[in-house]
């Protein structure tokens, strides 16, 4: 009975929040479309005038590092698919099959 009122407990608390989960998540972590990269690229060749005219100097303290984290994290997924793309930290293993040795 305790069992029963703790999995009843449990759903009640996490239904909505998995819902609202479940709603953003189809939004932001889908791959974009063809109809995306007009609009991304006059994203990025504003973000390059303003940058330009140095109006990177007029955002708040909370917005930088906003910004600042959002390039660590973009960085991080960078290096970490390095990591699984080679299959080793450091350097590229030699694992045979995968590694052409040109006259080694």
């Known amino acids: 009975q305790k069992a029963t009122q703790l999995v009843q407990a449990t759903s009640t608390f996490a239904l909505p929040r998995l819902q609202t989960f479940y ?7 889908r791959p974009p479309s ?17 940058f330009a005219s140095r109006k990177y100097m007029d955002l708040t303290t909370k917005e930088a590092f906003v910004n600042a984290a959002v390039g660590v994290e973009i960085a991080l997924w960078f290096f ?3 990591v699984v793309g080679r299959r080793c930290i450091i350097g590229y293993s030699r694992i045979p099959g995968t590694f052409h040795n040109a006259g080694l």
């Open 80 to 82: 970490a698919g390095e």
């Open 23 to 29: 709603r953003f998540a189809k939004v932001e972590m």
């Open 34 to 50: 063809v109809s995306d990269f007009p609009k991304a690229s006059g994203e990025f060749s504003a973000m390059l005038k303003n």
